[in-house]
């Protein structure tokens, strides 16, 4: 293959996971302030099979063809000119340009040097693609939005998740009281990770056994409104509720502020120094990564129905050179 090629999974029309195929593509080149990254692995979101349906980011990108993923992890090979924080042979990982195109399903990717930082040095490429976009959407909602402090009640719901098992982690490092619900076979799991109060939503309501929350996080949005709408009755009055990715429905809005409440929807943003202090809690051993599986390159599609399945432990993650 030439030096100027790369191979990427592609999708030239919104579909299901069949529409993913592994092609030859220009290889991109960095320009000013850039660094060009050989990927090692890519970490794969459920934003990524809604925007391959048509739903997710699709907008934003435009349509087909495109390259999907966000989350990488790899090597710099080259750096444009100005770059001065990173170097050809620093191991980086990042959520480039999120949530325009990044093309994290290649060989190489290019964005801006600071939207990359330093691997964490204890985990490997695979693991560290699953960290970028769940860890920082949890971080920016836990710090940024809701301002965590200690002593208060935060509801992860979806815990088990990609996001959520971040969100229990980061809220229990500053000193809240988590409560989460998830499956029960993942209880003791995340009952480690530093959840005080698990509930098994297929066997109770949470709002049944719950109470006094001070932030809600519902990462199920969209495919759940009903939550978003159930967790204000465990909410304080002044709680917030942070609704992903969907957004907060306008009658949950509406009953909110009724009672006192406070709403918000989140997208994630790029944030390569967040992410060097998240390296830096996994390197100390206060956050831990969960990947369930590994899948080639070529497989992508199989993931994605991996994905698409639910009930995934952590994240999945694309392997994509040596």
């Known amino acids: ?72 992890s790899g090597v710099v090979e080259e750096v444009g000119f100005g770059v001065t924080t990173l170097a050809p042979g620093d191991e980086v990982y990042g959520m480039p340009w999120f949530p325009r195109q990044a093309g994290g399903y290649a060989e190489f990717v290019t964005a801006p040097s600071r939207q990359f930082a330093r691997k964490p040095g204890t985990l490997s490429h695979e693991e560290a693609a699953a960290v970028p976009l769940a860890a920082l959407t949890a971080w920016q909602i836990i710090v940024d939005a809701a301002r965590v402090t200690a002593g208060q009640r935060v509801l992860v719901h979806a815990a088990a998740g990609g996001v959520g098992h971040f969100a229990v982690q980061f809220a229990r490092h500053l000193g809240a009281r988590v409560v989460g619900t998830a499956r029960e076979s993942r209880h003791e799991w995340l009952g480690r990770l530093g959840a005080a109060e698990l509930v098994d939503y297929t066997e109770r309501r949470f709002e049944d056994v719950v109470e006094d929350i001070d932030v809600v996080i519902d990462l199920l949005g969209e495919d759940h409104a009903a939550t978003s709408s159930r967790s204000l009755k465990v909410l304080k009055k002044g709680g917030l509720l942070v609704a992903v990715p969907g957004g907060v429905a306008p009658e949950v809005r509406q009953a909110a502020e009724a009672a006192g409440m406070r709403t918000t929807g989140f997208l994630v943003e790029p944030d390569g120094a967040a992410l060097t202090t998240i390296a830096g809690l996994i390197d100390k051993g206060e956050v831990a990564v969960e990947v369930e599986e590994v899948f080639p390159l070529g497989e992508a599609a199989r993931a994605h129905r991996k994905g698409e399945d639910g009930h995934t432990r952590g994240k999945l993650v694309l392997r994509v050179g040596a």
Do not use: H, Y
């Open 1 to 72: 293959m030439a030096r100027s090629m790369m191979r990427a999974v592609v999708q030239d029309a919104l579909g299901g996971p069949e529409v993913l195929r592994v092609a030859e593509v220009p290889r991109p080149e960095p320009l000013p302030t850039e660094v060009l990254v050989r990927v090692r692995a890519a970490g794969i979101n459920p934003v990524d099979w809604k925007t391959r349906q048509g739903g997710g980011m699709a907008g934003v990108l435009g349509d087909p063809p495109f390259t999907l993923g966000w989350d990488v």
